[in-house]
């Protein structure tokens, strides 16, 4: 099963870096990295940049049409050429199928700010030991998972 997981870092620059680090743990056969995007909003811009990692993804599950809706739902701006119209209504509803709606829409829009970043990863066959030491230091804050709550918690226990 896919783990869908959002995480959110302290700067702008921590997303790609958490990227980069995913990108070595795929190479290695750590981490299945589904599909994945990030979010980064520099202080000072109106609106934050997103970028759909095509060069970490094992088949591009999700796809940019997915990652456009969202970010526009959450950032109230079309991203990746994706207008957002009619259509955000009916993903709005297949979304929570898979555990994002309104509230986590409303919780990524506070907590995603200028001056952070955000991680957005669909992963599966994860090594939790070794992807929990390539990233300590990094401290990012889980912001949703489709996990169940005792999944939740022991990710919590590894990134704390």
Do not use: Y
């Amino acid at each position: 099963m896919a783990t869908l997981t959002v995480w959110k870092f302290e700067t702008p620059e921590g997303a790609e870096r958490a990227a980069e680090k995913l990108q070595q743990l795929s190479k290695e056969g750590l981490v299945k990295v589904e599909d994945a995007a990030t979010v980064s909003w520099a202080e000072g811009s109106n609106k934050p940049k997103t970028r759909q990692l095509h060069n970490l993804t094992a088949r591009g599950a999700l796809g940019g049409m997915f990652w456009g809706m969202l970010f526009g739902l959450i950032f109230l701006i079309p991203l990746f050429g994706m207008a957002v119209g009619a259509a955000a209504g009916a993903l709005a509803g297949s979304l929570r199928d898979v555990g994002i709606d309104d509230e986590f829409i409303k919780r990524a829009r506070d907590e995603i700010q200028p001056g952070t970043s955000a991680l957005f990863l669909l992963t599966t066959d994860v090594v939790v030991d070794r992807v929990r030491d390539a990233f300590a230091g990094e401290r990012p804050k889980l912001l949703h998972t489709n996990l169940s709550k005792e999944q939740e918690d022991h990710l919590h226990e590894v990134f704390a």
